[in-house]
């Protein structure tokens, strides 16, 4: 199974995340501005909310795809707002692209809340969502 990692990250929180997977599936995490340059059966997406809303630069990630995904995993933090995943899905359904049910949300520190966050708890948590995913 081909599987690759792809995040976006202004604060490092989703990097975080991003590396914890990596270390769980023994695959390198990228920023999302390294594009994929294979096919794909599971990209793990890593995002975030800025302003009520993802970055444009995921956006973009998707404009530039040239390669086929079996399936997304969403994973994202925020410091306020819930996942990313109904924004990604979105963009999920504009590219015919399927997006897995399953994903991973914690918070992230923004301006004094959720400090500290993603913690050690939360990239444990991610690790065994990663794990049980594939058992």
Do not use: W
């Amino acid at each position: 199974m081909n599987v690759a990692i792809r995040y976006y990250s202004k604060s490092g929180h989703t990097e975080t995340l991003a590396n914890a997977i990596s270390e769980e599936m023994d695959v390198p995490a990228k920023p999302i501005s390294e594009g994929l340059d294979e096919d794909v059966d599971v990209l793990f997406l890593g995002s975030s909310i800025y302003g009520n809303s993802i970055d444009p630069a995921v956006v973009e990630f998707f404009n530039n795809l040239d390669v086929n995904i079996g399936c997304i995993v969403s994973f994202s933090t925020a410091g306020i707002m819930e996942s990313t995943y109904d924004q990604i899905k979105e963009l999920t359904d504009l590219f015919d692209i399927k997006l897995s049910l399953d994903e991973f949300h914690c918070p992230g520190e923004f301006a004094g809340i959720n400090a500290g966050r993603p913690n050690k708890d939360d990239v444990e948590d991610v690790k065994a969502f990663v794990k049980d995913l594939f058992d």
